[in-house]
């Protein structure tokens, strides 16, 4: 598995916008791609203007070859990247270790 981390920097003033954009373009485009697993947004507390994206990805090309190259990226782009103050920096991690979860 591959997560993908997208740190996402959006217009002033646009979050209420840009948070109904993304999940809209995630439950509707991106969700089609081969081997899309899951997905978070986060939204940083210190800075309105910043999410985190994390999209799981069975195996990289799925990504960056059959969703980055292919028709699904041009749909997703225009629902997303008019809130964009810059492009996002994107990284893609394999999993190392993972921790179970304790319940409060």
Same mark, same amino acid.
């Given at each position: 598995m591959i997560l993908e981390l997208a740190d996402i920097r959006i217009l002033p003033?646009?979050?209420a916008g840009f948070e109904? @954009?993304?999940?809209r373009a995630l439950t509707t485009?991106?969700?089609? @791609?081969?081997?899309?697993m899951g997905w978070n947004v986060n939204k940083s507390v210190e800075s309105p203007e910043r999410y985190v994206l994390q999209i799981f990805w069975h195996r990289?090309?799925?990504?960056t070859v059959g969703f980055?190259?292919?028709p699904l990226f041009v749909q997703w782009r225009a629902i997303i990247g008019p809130f964009f103050a810059q492009p996002p920096m994107v990284e893609?991690?394999?999993?190392v270790? !993972?921790?179970v979860g !304790?319940?409060?």
């Open positions: 003033g646009q979050q109904e @954009a993304i999940t485009v991106a969700s089609q @791609a081969q081997g899309m990289l090309e799925d990504h980055r190259q292919g893609h991690f394999e999993l270790g !993972k921790s !304790k319940s409060d």
